[in-house]
C-alpha cells in the first residue's frame, strides 16, 4: 500500500474510533497506537497538524504538547 492510501486510513480509522468513542475527542499518540494497533502516531499526528512547517494536510489540532483533537 503506497503512504498516502495508508495515510487515508489511518485518518479513516482515527475518525471512526472517536466517532464510536473507543478513542476520545482529544488523545495523546499512545491512545492512537494502541487503538488502532500502529506504532506511528507520535509522528501522523504532528506531521499532520494544523501549522506543521512541512505543508501537509492539517488534520488535527494540538491542543498541548503531545495531545491532540481531530480539525472540525
Known amino acids: 500500500m503506497n503512504s498516502v492510501l495508508y495515510e487515508r486510513d489511518t485518518i479513516r480509522r482515527i475518525r471512526e474510533a472517536v466517532a464510536a468513542g ?3 475527542k482529544t ?3 499512545a491512545d492512537v497506537n494502541a487503538t488502532l494497533n500502529i506504532t506511528f502516531a507520535g509522528v501522523f499526528l504532528p506531521k499532520h497538524r494544523v501549522g506543521n512547517p512541512g505543508g501537509f494536510s492539517a488534520l ?3 491542543i498541548s504538547r503531545g495531545l491532540y483533537r481531530l480539525k472540525s
Open 60 to 62: 488535527f489540532v494540538q
Open 27 to 29: 488523545f495523546p499518540a
Open 22 to 24: 473507543t478513542l476520545g
